[in-house]
């Protein structure tokens, strides 16, 4: 785990629209029932909140929770900020930023987990593009670790293999970490990185969560044993039985950290005890994680004007550290602990709570970025990506607690560019007016760049799609592919007379029934030529 200080969180109602927000039927349409939560659970309908910001208990399961579509509308808001404002720097970003990487995937795929498989499904699978180039190797375990719980999300909502058994590779040299010749008076635990230094909550307790998965996804006992040997290591040797407090870890010598505080600790040993509980078909880990829930509710929170929120204190340094992205991990395993057992509506009030306060007080209205210390002001010094990725994850989080979520549609079916899979210098904007969703693809015009739209369709035919753009008055043109083969070499876009003005061009594309990779590409070679802004595919049934 690093060394940072982190931020103070508070709670109060209200979108603020700017440049990402979507319309108002995006915001309302087709809702469904949802559980929150990764690991499943029983999500009550809401509690309404009086002036105190307590929860009636009378109130509770008797109705529509008042703040979820606003939570929805939210997270939907800081998602596409986070992609708008960061995705060329995460595109280019080396693996130093690998942890933390993985973190913002993870708030792609929430968004892809609240909204259904049609949402964001090419953004998910180019983050996985961009990290298989790189590699998957670290010198951190902790890190390789979150990367881990990643690939399990994105083979949960996806499906592919190819995600799972990268998560299983990782594991493996994780496991390869547990050591018992150190350290202190009882051995045990897992090294923290190959450096064999110390060992932290950030591997092992994270181990836990990532193994018992892993046994849930595989049936393999092998992870099982292995959860459970980590956990009663860690949770004897480094957790205060009596206070909660989950210690940062233990070094090479023996000596126990129980200075820091962080909700990144108090939040991976709860969901550990979350993840094992459920693979083990038992609640007898549970008491411990309510009893680190509380010392998370009294120690790592802070008094402000909308209540109580989940704080580390002040976090962040101009340019920004990684302890802006601990409070969205602390959040994410509350809720998850809130969501196996929801007779402790405390913590969905109190993520209630911080997820406005993140949202309100610590957000820039004009950018739409938000700063470490969630009890605001906006710090300019702590806006990074970590910040809003740290934010969008709670407030992500908190909106599934609330649902029922609204999931986009089947027939027609439509693809905003900005969702799909961006190969090459591709950018993301929203800066011209008239586009749809929360921005456009731009600025692509030479080899190597294409789009890919990912759609899955009930039955194998032949689909019309409509494409909608904007181009200057050069008009331009495109390869279009389905599924690796041409089906038009040199697709014509006609002029719209500029990039604030929208047209659409209609095609025949045969799909098979399933998944479907629809590739919109710049090959000068078949003559493509010209810029274009691409807003959005539509598919419909013939």
Not at 79 to 88: A, G, H, K, S
């Amino acid at each position: 785990m690093r060394s940072a200080k982190i931020a103070v969180v508070l709670l109060t109602s209200g979108v603020v629209c700017l440049g990402a927000c979507r319309s108002a039927s995006d915001a309302t349409d087709g809702t469904v029932p949802t559980t929150g939560g990764a690991d499943g659970g029983s999500i009550d309908a809401g509690a309404v909140l009086d002036g105190s910001g307590v929860a009636d208990a009378a109130s509770i399961d008797a109705g529509p929770d008042p703040d979820a579509v606003i939570m929805a509308a939210n997270a939907d808001t800081l998602l596409d900020t986070m992609l708008l404002r960061f995705w060329t720097q995460l595109r280019t970003a080396d693996n130093n930023a690998y942890w933390t990487y993985a973190q913002d995937w993870d708030v792609v795929l929430d968004g892809m987990e609240r909204r259904g498989p049609l949402a964001y499904a090419g953004t998910a699978r180019m983050f996985w593009d961009v990290q298989n180039a790189r590699g998957w190797s670290r010198d951190y375990y902790d890190d390789e670790n979150w990367m881990t719980l990643t690939l399990m999300r994105a083979y949960d909502l996806t499906g592919a293999t190819e995600y799972l058994d990268r998560a299983k590779a990782n594991f493996d040299d994780i496991m390869g970490a547990w050591d018992v010749t150190c350290c202190g008076p009882t051995k045990g635990g897992i090294w923290w990185r190959t450096a064999h230094d110390s060992k932290v909550t950030a591997i092992n307790a994270g181990a836990v969560v990532s193994a018992s998965r892993l046994y849930e996804r595989t049936k393999d006992a092998t992870y099982l044993a292995f959860a459970q040997k980590v956990y009663d290591y860690w949770s004897t040797t480094m957790v205060d039985a009596k206070t909660g407090h989950v210690y940062d870890g233990i070094s090479s010598a023996g000596d126990v950290n129980t200075a820091w505080s962080f909700t990144y600790n108090e939040g991976l040993m709860i969901g550990a005890a979350v993840a094992l509980s459920h693979a083990e078909g038992s609640t007898t880990r549970l008491p411990l994680a309510h009893r680190i829930a509380g010392y998370m509710l009294g120690k790592e929170s802070a008094s402000t004007s909308v209540g109580v929120i989940l704080s580390d204190g002040k976090c962040g340094k101009p340019g920004g550290d990684d302890g802006e992205q601990f409070k969205g991990i602390g959040a994410r395993y509350l809720a998850q602990l809130y969501a196996t057992d929801s007779t402790h509506v405390e913590y969905k009030e109190f993520l209630r709570r911080s997820a406005r306060a993140a949202f309100t007080l610590a957000r820039d209205p004009g950018t739409g970025l938000v700063s470490c210390d969630w009890a605001g002001p906006y710090d300019a010094n702590t806006n990074s990506v970590n910040s809003l990725s740290s934010a969008a994850m709670t407030v992500a989080v908190t909106a599934q607690l609330l649902g029922p979520e609204k999931k986009r549609g089947t027939m027609p079916i439509v693809l905003q560019a900005e969702e799909g899979d961006l190969h090459g210098a591709i950018g993301l904007e929203a800066a011209h007016a008239g586009f749809e969703g929360f921005g456009y693809v731009a600025g692509w015009g030479a080899d190597g760049q294409w789009v890919d739209f990912l759609a899955n369709v009930s039955q194998s035919g032949t689909y019309d799609a409509e494409l909608r753009f904007a181009t200057e008055p050069a008009g331009a043109s495109r390869l279009l592919y389905v599924n690796g083969a041409t089906v038009t070499a040199d697709l014509g876009l006609p002029t719209t007379g500029g990039y604030d003005t929208y047209g659409t061009v209609k095609v025949a594309l045969p799909l098979v029934a399933g998944n479907n990779t629809i590739s919109v590409i710049y090959n000068q070679g078949q003559g493509s030529h010209g810029f274009v802004n691409l807003d959005r595919l539509t598919l419909s049934a013939r």
